[in-house]
């Protein structure tokens, strides 16, 4: 029997250097290596030969391709990889529709289409009107154009029912590896005590309520402390600004950490996860937060409750926000509940084995 082939689209590329879709790549494409298949994941360099460069990562076919920055840039790119994957034989998993208008031309191939349709793209408020319209069209695209539709969350799996019939939608979350423990040298070296600080991992943007939660916790003095992770731009963009101004002198702003080592340890060591994320499915960084333990408090919305579950914290604004945060200073056995029902929801469902192996079915059954 021929050697099955799977072809993996739409991410940076492996190893993993940040970002949920190229995660869960890395560790697909080493499971379905491992179990026989002949994997190849398409890759972004930010410079090099306009051509391909194909080399091995783990026994993993990398075919790459130089690409600019920007939405543009990620245009061509997504461009060449569909160009170069419909010259190829195997299963096409595309992670994301955002250019689903360049991978409908896979089904001019032989080859059977998998998309992950990722969260509702075109509701984001960060994106233009032209941006949004684009997003949009798209999410149709690959809706009605491919083999079968990934929904990462139970209410992205309600919204492409609208689209597609249900039989050719999976539901799949994603998964995280459990954390045990961590070093304290870099929760200490950012000025943190263990135990004793919040967090917050994400894009700075309204949509993820990063200014609510600040101002909550701004709103009167903590014993706690509280780190925000993420890209700031105070001189061009008006929200970051905001953000920090909030915050001054409350507030550690260390920009974005991309060392997985540090960003374990920081999660690890918090004693609690704050995730105000509003728009889209199962979000990655609050799995990861599940694994490492944490209890959350999360922006109160249908996402966030099916992942994190009843035993967490939800706020709705600045004012819940900062009430949420008197109860668990007044009453800390409530942070080491959450923690417990955190540890039990992730391991209900949400680490790597389960959720690859749902991957790795829909992937035999479409060749």
């Known amino acids: 029997m021929d050697q099955p082939s799977l072809y993996i689209i739409g991410t940076r590329g492996v190893p993993a250097a940040h970002g949920g879709f190229e995660t869960f790549a890395h560790r697909f494409a080493l499971h379905m290596r491992n179990k026989g298949w002949a994997v190849t994941v398409y890759c972004q360099a930010d410079e ?128 995280a590896d459990p954390v045990t423990d961590a070093p304290e040298g870099a929760v200490r070296g950012l000025g943190l005590t263990p135990g004793r600080y919040l967090i917050s991992i994400g894009r700075v943007e309204p949509e993820n309520n990063i200014l609510p939660m600040i101002q909550g916790f701004a709103a009167r003095p903590r014993d706690l402390q509280f780190i925000c992770l993420g890209k700031l731009e105070p001189k061009v963009n008006a929200y970051h600004a905001e953000v920090m101004k909030a915050g001054e002198g409350r507030v550690i702003f260390p920009g974005a950490i991309y060392d997985p080592v540090v960003v374990k340890a920081l999660r690890f060591h918090a004693a609690a996860y704050c995730h105000g994320h509003s728009v889209g499915g199962t979000n990655p960084s609050l799995v990861e937060a599940l694994g490492a333990g944490n209890a959350v408090i999360g922006h109160d919305n249908r996402y966030n409750r099916w992942v994190a579950g009843d035993g967490q914290f939800y706020f709705a604004d600045e004012a819940t926000f900062s009430d949420i945060l008197d109860v668990i200073e007044a009453a800390p056995i409530r942070l080491k509940d959450a923690a417990a029902a955190a540890l039990r929801r992730f391991h209900d469902g949400l680490t790597w084995p389960p959720v690859l192996e749902m991957y790795q079915t829909l992937c035999e059954r479409a060749r």
């Open 48 to 175: 090099g030969p306009s051509g391909p460069v194909i080399d091995e990562w783990e026994g993993v076919r990398r075919v790459t391709f130089a690409a600019d920055s920007g939405a543009l840039g990620t245009m061509k790119f997504d461009w060449a990889c569909v160009r170069h994957a419909m010259k190829e034989r195997g299963v096409m998993l595309v992670l994301g529709y955002n250019t689903a208008a360049f991978s409908a031309l896979l089904r001019l191939t032989p080859n059977p289409v998998l998309t992950n349709m990722d969260g509702i793209e075109w509701k984001r408020a960060k994106w233009p009107l032209h941006g949004r319209i684009w997003l949009y069209l798209n999410e149709w695209i690959g809706a009605l154009t491919s083999n079968k539709l990934i929904a990462d969350h139970p209410e992205i799996e309600k919204h492409l029912a609208r689209r597609r019939s249900k039989r050719d939608i999976a539901m799949i979350p994603y998964g």
